[in-house]
């Protein structure tokens, strides 16, 4: 990089200037960015629920109707370190941006002084002085420019990574909770049962005292007695411990959070339906993941002109005046101008490796998004495939669970008439047990997998919705230094 440098009054002053003039409109260089049409098919291959007509997702966790879930989510959101965290990298690269733009502008500094000594002639006076630098490089070749734009579209990609952390956010709290009501359930059908397995056993070693039955079957009865109780103990636990992960999603202690939980129903909540997008591009637009990609494809875009820049001169101009005085002698005025052409001659690759980096940066970036495309078809057709296996299949768990319900029925009245085995009984109630099980495990599958879906539509978010900052994220404002 060689550099000359001109002052006030010189000819080659006066060549510069107009050389800077010449080149203000020139544009910048590096690639003007388009965005890319994903690659998608023309229709969802997965079977549509409710004919795949059009609607809007927002409010839709008010569809389910549930008070309770509708607080959980408020909670969560307000609370949350990891939409704190994306509204703190939103905030960054704001100021990144604000940064990038203050680049093209000019810049001053100003100086005062003043000190007190003594003279050659042995008198003490005081020297003031009073300065001011003032710079400007001009943008010729849009290395600014590029680097604003680079800047910009990052700010637009941490703004889709907050809508995207909230949309999980959101899912993973219904999900929970869902699993969390679900738990209820199973815990209930294992707790009715070893009600009448302990009526069962109490019988059983009755007629085993009698002699009226060998003691093998009280041994059975007690078996399935020790069994059964295991496994309600381990669905309780598992219902703890969604308590402490829905403790954990919304902050709110566990006590307060237990007795929101009391005030919910006792079965799954149930959406009142989602419509589904016929067309895949349309879904694709609505997903902020998939959104803050294109943004930082964008970026990378923007990159490369601001590394091919460098492969350019670059003029600046810049300017100095002085005043000082000692004593109580006249002030003194001195002053500089004149431009600074810096032309790149040589060093040793270093500049083009950065253009070639950048353009592999933005490669990457490319690859990146188009691999997000293609997970979010998959993601939407196998959402598609699982919430429509899962509704057929729940119309015929529901028939399995009443049948085998009323064949446990029968053989009850069939063992205590003597008609049939302790064992026959033992089986027909494991049968009943499972089918309920079975039900309710399809049941919350089926609204898990609703979320799901919601999740891989992009949940409410729409494209240039603004992110707002979560309540701790403004209290911890409050609180910085």
């Given at each position: 990089m060689q550099t000359y440098r001109a002052?006030?009054?010189?000819?080659?002053?006066?060549?510069?200037?107009?050389?800077?003039?010449?080149?203000?409109?020139?544009?910048?260089?590096?690639p003007d960015y388009t965005e890319p049409a994903p690659a998608a098919a023309a229709l969802w291959q997965g079977p549509l629920p409710h004919g795949g007509s059009v609607t809007a997702l927002g409010d839709w966790w008010r569809q389910f109707n549930d008070p309770v879930l509708t607080r959980l989510q408020r909670s969560a959101e307000s609370g949350s370190p990891t939409l704190a965290k994306a509204w703190a990298n939103i905030e960054k690269a704001r100021a990144t941006l604000s940064s990038a733009g203050a680049a093209g502008l000019p810049s001053a500094n100003g100086q005062a002084s003043v000190t007190r000594g003594t003279q050659q002639t042995g008198e003490v006076a005081s020297a003031r002085s009073v300065g001011l630098d003032a710079s400007w490089e001009l943008d010729l070749f849009g290395k600014v420019q590029r680097s604003t734009e680079s800047a910009r579209a990052r700010v637009q990609a941490r703004e889709n990574d907050w809508h995207d952390a909230r949309v999980s956010l959101a899912a993973e709290v219904a999900d929970t909770y869902v699993q969390y009501r679900a738990c209820g359930l199973l815990a209930n059908a294992y707790a009715q049962e070893l009600t009448s397995m302990n009526e069962t056993a109490k019988a059983t070693a009755s007629l085993v005292r009698a002699g009226l039955t060998a003691s093998t079957e009280g041994s059975l009865a007690r078996a399935s007695l020790?069994?059964?109780?295991?496994?309600?103990?381990?669905?309780r636990a598992q219902c703890e411990l969604l308590v402490k992960s829905l403790v954990n999603l919304t902050g709110i202690d566990e006590p307060e959070l237990r007795q929101q939980l009391a005030q919910g129903g006792i079965g799954v909540p149930q959406p009142a339906g989602l419509d589904v997008q016929s067309v895949p591009a349309q879904a694709l637009r609505q997903r902020?993941?998939?959104?803050?990609r294109e943004r930082e494809l964008a970026a990378a875009s923007a990159d490369i002109g601001v590394a091919q820049a460098d492969l350019y001169p670059s003029l600046s101009l810049s300017g100095s005046i002085k005043v000082s005085a000692i004593g109580l002698a006249s002030a003194l005025t001195s002053w500089s101008f004149g431009p600074t052409l810096s032309i790149p001659l040589f060093d040793g690759g270093r500049t083009r490796a950065a253009v070639d980096s950048a353009r592999a940066g933005y490669e990457a970036a490319y690859a990146d998004w188009r691999q997000s495309v293609r997970t979010v078809v998959k993601e939407v057709e196998q959402s598609l495939v699982r919430l429509d296996s899962a509704a057929k299949r729940t119309q015929q768990s529901e028939r399995a669970a009443q049948e085998y319900r009323r064949y446990l029925v029968g053989a009850e009245a069939q063992w205590r008439a003597g008609s049939t085995s302790l064992l026959t009984l033992e089986e027909s109630r494991r049968q009943a047990l499972s089918a309920q099980i079975e039900l309710i495990g399809l049941q919350r599958d089926r609204v898990a997998y609703w979320i799901a879906l919601y999740k891989a539509l992009g949940g409410d978010w729409q494209p240039a919705t603004p992110a707002s900052p979560p309540a701790s994220a403004i209290d911890e404002e409050k609180t910085k230094p």
């Open positions: 002052t006030g009054g010189q000819p080659f002053s006066i060549l510069a200037i107009g050389l800077a003039i010449a080149l203000g409109g020139c544009a910048a260089v590096g020790a069994s059964t109780t295991s496994a309600g103990l381990a669905q902020p993941d998939l959104a803050s």
